[in-house]
């Protein structure tokens, strides 16, 4: 990190302490309950369409299936001999699909623990999935966007985008678009109908780790290694509205709460941090030292409707469920 970062994150540690005095009547946080079972660093949480179950799945190459209902009741769905990185669970087949390193998807009844399908889409890792109606998209290590009908797992299309890895995507029901995110710090949005490019641009000085379009679909916000927040317009032609050092090192993850006033941020300096969605405002910081936090880097975030409940995967093998109440 660069001498003038050192000195603006030392700047956002004194207001990180400021916020914390001045929300602490606020803002609620607790922590409910400490998943155990995974033997490696979990990766990837997924949301099934029940706000109360959801999934998991990491360096163990296993698959589990969690029910807040039920602390620490994990049920093995699968169990691939690599990492897995990315999880979707897909609505309309209600059929997840696992992101296996170094051997493409594998297609996955979750209710009868079976596996449907698998194609080998690439030999480097997968990093992100989602899916559009059907059409399935798929990020690659290679530097490919590869789009895959999911009703017979044909190929639709590969689009080589850069040299470096793609970390993730995001896409925008508004405006019919998606954004992906890649290690060669730059950000693609492209037309969904046709998938012809539209933007392409410098976001960040390091890699694009996480990207969401906010509700309502006017601004895109992106999370990088860079340890920054930068939030673009879309009607804008993606220009920079604002920009924030957030964390000490790189941002994970970020996940939009339920009413989408807010949202959290992941990083790997081992904290959660919880902003105001409309200012970009920090809120709250989760910690080791304050509220009992992971004790390695936090790799990735979901905020469940069960109870307002921010689920949080990381390195040390566990994942934890935070109970966040706004006052």
Not at 150 to 165: D, M, P, Y
Not at 292 to 312: D, F, P, R, Y
């Amino acid at each position: 990190m660069q001498d003038h970062d050192f000195l603006l994150f030392n700047e956002l540690q004194r207001f990180d302490t400021f916020a914390y005095d001045m929300t602490a009547n606020k803002i609620l946080v607790q922590k409910q309950h400490t998943f155990a079972g995974h033997n490696d660093c979990v990766y990837t949480l997924e949301p099934s369409n029940q706000d109360h179950l959801f999934f998991s799945a990491g360096g163990d190459g296993m698959v589990v299936l969690w029910d807040l209902l039920k602390p620490n009741e994990g049920q093995l769905i699968a169990k691939l001999p690599n990492s897995i990185y990315a999880l979707h669970y897909h609505s309309d087949s209600e059929l997840l699909i696992a992101g296996h390193n170094y051997e493409g998807i594998h297609v996955l009844n979750w209710k009868e623990k079976t596996e449907v399908a698998s194609l080998k889409l690439t030999k480097a890792p997968i990093f992100d999935i989602t899916s559009v109606d059907n059409l399935l998209l798929v990020c690659t290590g290679d530097g490919e966007l590869v789009t895959l009908n999911l009703k017979n797992l044909q190929l639709v299309g590969r689009l080589i985008l850069s040299e470096r890895n793609i970390r993730c995507i995001a896409v925008n029901a508004e405006t019919k678009e998606v954004a992906i995110g890649s290690s060669d710090n730059k950000i693609r949005v492209f037309d969904l109908q046709e998938m012809q490019l539209k933007y392409e641009w410098e976001a960040h000085t390091n890699s694009v780790f996480t990207l969401r379009y906010l509700p309502g679909g006017n601004y895109l916000i992106s999370g990088s290694r860079d340890a920054r927040l930068k939030v673009w317009d879309v009607q804008g032609g993606y220009t920079k509205v604002n920009e924030v050092v957030a964390h000490l090192f790189a941002i994970n993850h970020l996940a939009v709460s339920p009413d989408g006033k807010h949202f959290v941020t992941a990083s790997m300096d081992k904290s959660i941090k919880v902003w105001d969605t409309e200012t970009q405002r920090l809120l709250k910081v989760i910690d080791r030292s304050r509220y009992a936090g992971h004790a390695t880097s936090v790799n990735k975030l979901w905020w469940s409707g069960h109870e307002n409940q921010v689920i949080s995967a990381s390195d040390d093998r566990t994942i934890s469920i935070w109970s966040i109440i706004f006052e």
